[in-house]
Nanobody, 119 residues
Framework: VQLQAFGGGLVQFGGSLRLSCEFS????????IGWFRQAPGKEREGVSC????????YYTDSVKGRFTISRDNAANILYLQMNDLKPEDTAVYYC?????????????WGQGTLVTVSS
């Protein structure tokens, strides 16, 4: 499984940004794909994920109503639309995948993309 994230940058408070993650290499439908982030001096945290088998989505409380996860099935791209950005959203964002065959452990990671929100 390969993952490559794009789209980070500098944005002002209240602005929007869309992250993209190109993925490939899945050999079954039973996987989840999503986004984690790591802010300076903090632990990595889960932001949002999507189940490929049933389309269910998950959002951490701090981004609910502001972030939307989606995918382009034809192009194998995962998106994270981020609206109403806040300085506390500043972090390196990582695209990640988890397979049913490994008990949905987040074992595949792309390189991070930095999002900086200025106040």
């Amino acid at each position: 499984v390969q993952l490559q994230a794009f789209g980070g940058g500098l944005v002002q408070f209240g602005g929007s940004l869309r992250l993209s993650c190109e993925f490939s290499g899945f050999t079954s439908r039973d996987y989840a794909i999503g986004w984690f982030r790591q802010a300076p001096g903090k632990e990595r945290e889960g932001v949002s994920c999507l189940s490929n088998s049933d389309g269910a989505t998950y959002y951490t409380d701090s981004v609910k109503g502001r972030f939307t996860i989606s995918r382009d099935n034809a192009a194998n791209i995962l998106y994270l639309q981020m609206n109403d950005l806040k300085p506390e959203d500043t972090a390196v964002y990582y695209c990640t995948a988890a397979l049913k065959t490994t008990d949905y452990e987040w074992g595949y990671w792309g390189q991070g993309t930095l999002v900086t929100v200025s106040s």
